[in-house]
T-cell receptor, first 112, second 113 residues
Framework: AQKITQTQPGMFVQEKEAVTLDCTYDTSDPSYGLFWYKQPSSGEMIFLIY??????QNATEGRYSLNFQKARKSANLVISASQLGDSAMYFC?????????FGAGTRLTVKP | NAGVTQTPKFQVLKTGQSMTLQCAQD?????MSWYRQDPGMGLRLIHY???????DQGEVPNGYNVSRSTTEDFPLRLLSAAPSQTSVYFC????????????FGPGTRLTVT
């Protein structure tokens, strides 16, 4: 069964606008972690943000924030004030104990 | 990619050949893992290790072996390469405490003909 679902294969956003990338997950484990990674065209994987299942507040890291809705099992990434350098693939991932699952990714294109 | 090195960067194998992908870290993290990335499928966990002498299977372990004799090294062995193993392989290490962020190596692009 698909544990991580990213329903947006591709997204476009105007430079300086905000964008939300969707992610839903499936688990029966009460303890888990949610992650977002960025993969530029150069291929490296870059950690962006983490949310623990017991964290009460939504995680934020600079221009990145994670909109965590536990009851809906969603963990959307919000990027504020988009920059041209934000154009990349974005992957949502979930860690249960030592098992890590990734979504298929969303390709974000920032338009000037 | 600081702290995680992978060799080789590129490799071409013929069906049936074996090889070892190397992964080394200098950050002293216990958790190390191997992923493969195929087009349109994101990353899939092959094997992971939570410390020297301890390994376990991930989502797609068939056709691969691992061992962890030291904290620093976590090699991935392809026993008998098949075209279905053509992929990009990433090694990653993870912090032992939240946020458990993973540091990825630069990847190995493997083609099996």
């Amino acid at each position: 069964a698909q544990k991580i679902t990213q329903t947006q294969p591709g997204m476009f956003v105007q430079e300086k606008e905000a964008v939300t990338l969707d992610c839903t997950y499936d688990t029966s484990d009460p303890s888990y972690g949610l992650f977002w990674y960025k993969q530029p065209s150069s291929g490296e994987m870059i950690f962006l943000i983490y949310q623990g299942s017991y964290d009460q507040q939504n995680a934020t890291e600079g221009r990145y924030s994670l909109n965590f809705q536990k009851a809906r099992k969603s963990a959307n990434l919000v990027i504020s004030a988009s920059q041209l350098g934000d154009s990349a693939m974005y992957f949502c991932a979930m860690r249960e104990t030592n098992d890590m699952r990734f979504g298929a990714g969303t390709r974000l294109t920032v338009k000037p | 990619n600081a702290g995680v090195t992978q060799t080789p960067k590129f490799q071409v194998l013929k069906t049936g050949q074996s090889m070892t992908l190397q992964c080394a870290q200098d950050m002293n993290h216990e958790y190390m893992s191997w992923y493969r990335q195929d087009p349109g499928m994101g990353l899939r966990l092959i094997h992971y290790s939570v410390g020297a002498g301890i390994t376990d299977q991930g989502e797609v372990p068939n056709g691969y072996n691992v061992s962890r004799s030291t904290t620093e090294d976590f090699p991935l062995r392809l026993l008998s390469a098949a075209p279905s193993q053509t992929s990009v392989y990433f090694c990653a290490i993870s912090g032992d405490f939240p946020p458990y962020e993973q540091y990825f190596g630069p990847g190995t692009r493997l083609t099996v003909t």
